[in-house]
């Protein structure tokens, strides 16, 4: 029997992007089942069984289930050989994880909003313009508070980068992506952790294919 692990998810998907930076700079070898989420696949009867709320990504390795990307991220983090995306001390700890927490709970669906007004509208529920500002104000602000935890460290959580950085990087590539991301550059210094984000090898190296994902329409 194998013992690679099997990623479930689809590439273009934000969290299935953010475990995927995290294999990548973690050096292992995997296997994805990609589940579209715009089609609907993951809410199938056959991957229910494997995520009983029909979610991607879900990692599966070892005869062991594990759901919700944060989990996913820190079990590759420390099962697996290969530098550590965990920082080694209590106050470097906290601020990833308040970063990843911050992100979960106010970051993420705004992001998915914002890019589904442009690329999935109907996914989405046809939100107005005045819904998009609404949205991007409300990531200026997490952003705002995500800079203000780097402090003066080249990363969110240290001189390193960490799970943080991963958890919310495919965010600001998809806003970039979309053309939304002129008020987070206004940020200081969004700017230039974004550029140090971008050029990690692990990023570069697992950039969805867009070609053909969003919605045809007209």
Request: contains cysteine; aromatic residues 12%.
């Amino acid at each position: 029997m194998s013992n690679k692990p099997v990623l479930y998810g689809y590439s273009p998907s934000s969290y299935v992007f953010s475990v995927r930076i995290l294999l990548a700079g973690k050096g292992v070898d995997y296997d994805q089942v990609p589940l579209d989420v715009i089609a609907g696949e993951p809410r199938s009867a056959e991957h229910r069984r494997l995520h009983p709320f029909g979610k991607v990504p879900v990692l599966v390795h070892d005869g062991l289930r594990v759901l919700e990307t944060s989990a996913i991220m820190r079990y590759i983090n420390d099962a697996f050989g290969g530098a550590s995306f965990i920082p080694d001390n209590p106050r470097d700890r906290a601020r990833m994880d308040m970063a990843m927490g911050l992100h979960e709970s106010y970051g993420y669906a705004s992001m998915a909003r914002v890019v589904g007004y442009h690329r999935f509208p109907t996914f989405v529920g046809h939100p107005s313009r005045e819904d998009v500002e609404g949205e991007l104000e409300s990531l200026h602000t997490l952003f705002a508070e995500l800079m203000h935890l780097r402090g003066r460290s080249p990363y969110i959580a240290g001189d390193l980068p960490s799970l943080a950085d991963f958890f919310v990087a495919p965010a600001c590539f998809y806003l970039e992506e979309v053309g939304e991301m002129g008020r987070l550059l206004d940020l200081p210094g969004f700017a230039e952790w974004w550029a140090r984000v971008n050029a990690l090898p692990e990023y570069q190296a697992v950039l969805p294919d867009l070609s053909q994902w969003g919605e045809q329409v007209g």
